[in-house]
């Protein structure tokens, strides 16, 4: 099970940071690379980036710039950073894991909505 | 980025109906090819990978098919827990990019 937490509400440039909790497994898995996933009404669900645990990520280029996603293997969790939002930036956020091999997402969060608002 | 493409992007059915929805990709994807079911409120939840695999405790109504750029995902026989958006996704190339959803509607 993953549950996503952090504040629900973010000031514009400012940066919003999320962090999973991996439950009923570990994190420390060949199985899966940790992922974040967005959705918003008016881009649907847009993939963020993953991180494997030991460390290796990799970020969708569209955010690659703003994006760092990060791996507490002793706390069986990963996090999420995104510097400089906008309103374009509101959206649900989901931790999900994925697939290692075939690139599914399996498992997912309940998702936590984040609104970039002053 | 691999575009994808859902039609129809909304559809209104009835119980025990066969449903079919379309995905198209813009360039060949295999059958790197996944689909999912999103009810009001929740997560997706995955139904089917690598095109034509149901993923464990998903109903056997269920089914998926194509390869290359076209894909379709078919209910044989709608339920009315079945009333959801589905989303396809390839897992082909990265960035990996979902289709923009079909919502079925009684």
């Known amino acids: 099970q993953l549950q996503e937490s952090g504040p629900g509400l973010v000031k514009p440039s400012q940066t919003l940071s999320l962090t999973c909790t991996v439950s009923?497994?570990?994190?420390?898995?060949?199985?899966?690379?940790w992922t974040w996933i967005r959705q918003s009404p008016g881009k649907g669900l847009e993939w963020i980036g993953y991180?494997?645990?030991?460390?290796?990520?990799y970020y969708n280029p569209s955010l690659e710039s703003r994006v760092y996603i990060s791996v507490d293997t002793s706390k069986n969790q990963f996090s999420l950073s995104l510097r400089s939002v906008t309103a374009a930036d509101t959206a649900l956020y989901y931790c999900?894991?994925?697939?290692?091999?075939?690139?599914?997402?399996?498992?997912w969060g309940q998702g936590t909505l984040v609104t970039v608002s002053s | 980025d691999i575009q994808m493409t859902q039609s129809p992007s909304s559809l209104s059915a009835s119980v025990g109906d066969r449903l079919t929805i379309t995905c198209r990709a813009d360039q060949n994807i295999d059958t790197y090819l996944n689909w999912y079911q999103q009810k009001s409120g929740r997560a997706p939840n995955l139904l089917i990978f690598g095109a034509s695999t149901l993923q464990s405790g998903v109903p056997s109504r269920f089914s998926g098919s194509g390869s290359g750029t076209h894909f379709t995902l078919t209910i044989s026989s709608l339920q009315p827990e079945d009333f959801a958006t589905y989303y396809c996704q390839q897992s082909h190339t990265t960035p990996l990019t979902f289709g923009g959803g079909t919502k079925v509607e009684i």
């Open positions: 009923g497994g570990s994190i420390s898995t060949d199985d899966y690379y």
């Open positions: 991180i494997y645990f030991r460390g290796s990520t």
């Open positions: 999900v894991g994925q697939d290692s091999s075939r690139y599914f997402f399996a498992s």
